[in-house]
């Protein structure tokens, strides 16, 4: 079956260090985001990526990378520059915009450092 | 302005009612629209795309207006089961930048 595949589901890690979220796709999407959304608020973009090797900043980038080597593979590593990593982040795909098409999303990952 | 902007809630509705939800957008050039219900803890699960000609699917109704840059969610005769977060979502053309509403959550009450 097709989906999208985020891990781990929940994840913890100490103040200042680096951590990566895992997000890999078989739909065959060319476009795929990464969002975080806070306990009772709206999901906030953070990075997208239309095509392989390419991707642009969303509203809340800073403290953020991520890389598009594999059009099913889209990471995302939290730094230690993001002033507050703890939140639920969700990892998406779509055909792209050529076809007008909506977002798959991944089950998510809560992150939480501490 | 605000690029998406929906209806604060919460909307405490009783079961068999009718509610209606708005969303505003601010980019005229916005490409497409969507309606996504998310359940508590979960993902964001697309409920129905949005068409300029409005559509139906079963009980709900979307409708789209361009001119006046929103589009609104009906859900008829409300089940327990539609209790949940309803979230707005609009691509908004330029370089496939999709963005959310904060969301309006729905409780049925029984």
């Known amino acids: 079956d097709g989906g999208i595949t985020q891990s781990p589901k929940y994840l913890f890690r100490k103040e200042g260090q680096n951590v990566t979220l895992s997000c890999e796709q078989n739909?065959?999407?060319?476009?795929m985001y990464w969002y975080r959304q806070d306990p009772g608020q709206g999901l906030r973009l953070i990075y997208y990526?239309?095509?392989?090797?390419?991707?642009q900043k969303g509203d809340i980038a800073e403290g953020y990378s991520v890389s598009r080597e594999k059009k099913e593979s889209f990471p995302l590593t939290v730094t230690s520059a993001q002033k507050n990593p703890t939140a639920f982040y969700l990892c998406?795909?779509?055909?792209?915009?050529?076809?007008?098409?909506?977002?798959?999303f991944g089950n998510g990952t809560r992150l939480t450092v501490t | 302005r605000k690029e998406v902007e929906q209806d604060p809630g919460p909307f405490n509705v009783p079961e068999g009612a009718t509610v209606a939800f708005n969303c505003t957008y601010s980019?005229?050039?916005?490409?497409?629209f969507f309606w996504y219900r998310q359940d508590c803890r979960k993902e964001p699960k697309l409920l129905m795309s949005?068409?300029?000609s409005g559509n139906e699917d079963g009980r709900f109704t979307a409708q789209l207006n361009r001119a006046s840059q929103y589009i609104s969610l009906l859900i008829r005769d409300s089940k327990l089961s539609d209790s949940a977060t309803y979230l707005c979502?609009?691509?908004?053309?330029?370089?496939?930048?999709?963005?959310f509403g904060k969301g309006t959550r729905l409780h049925i009450l029984p």
């Open positions: 998406a795909s779509s055909l792209g915009s050529s076809y007008n098409s909506p977002l798959h």
């Open positions: 739909l065959n999407h060319d476009a």
């Open positions: 990526s239309q095509i392989v090797n390419d991707f």
């Open positions: 980019n005229s050039a916005s490409q497409s």
């Open positions: 949005v068409y300029s």
């Open positions: 979502v609009v691509n908004m053309g330029r370089d496939d930048k999709i963005i």
